[in-house]
Nanobody
Framework: QVQLVESGGGLVQAGASLRLSCAAS????????MGWFRQAPGKEREFVAA????????LYTDSVKGRFTIFRDNAKNTVYLQMNSLKPEDTAVYYC???????????????WGQGTQVTVSS
């Protein structure tokens, strides 16, 4: 069982940056592929970024390529989402997710966090 806790959300102006963190419980975090998703009001949850368990592969949705970066620190059991040049359309609740030995592609995640709100004003 893995528990995930997101943090780092907030209210920022367009063009600003935020770094989201997702802290995972357990001692084998390094074996988990991680993903970030988001859900805007009135919309379905959508994929944002993924990082394979071995840290080699990443995948991003087109709308965040070049602006967002997913990376991990296994010593801290944490995965991050660095978000630069934020836009109002990035406003959503952001969730992290985990899957043991998950790759970056086509992953069905087993564990989810509770989410952190990101609001970008214009």
């Amino acid at each position: 069982q893995v528990q995930l806790v997101e943090s780092g959300g907030g209210l920022v102006q367009a063009g600003a940056s935020l770094r989201l963190s997702c802290a995972a419980s357990g001692s084998d975090f390094r074996y988990y592929g991680m993903g970030w998703f988001r859900q805007a009001p009135g919309k379905e949850r959508e994929f944002v970024a993924a990082l394979s368990w071995d840290g080699i592969r990443t995948l991003y949705t087109d709308s965040v390529k070049g602006r967002f970066t997913i990376f991990r620190d296994n010593a801290k059991n944490t995965v991050y989402l660095q978000m630069n040049s934020l836009k109002p359309e990035d406003t959503a609740v952001y969730y992290c997710a985990a899957k043991r030995f998950g790759s970056a592609y086509g992953v069905s995640y087993d564990y989810w966090g509770q989410g952190t709100q990101v609001t970008v004003s214009s």
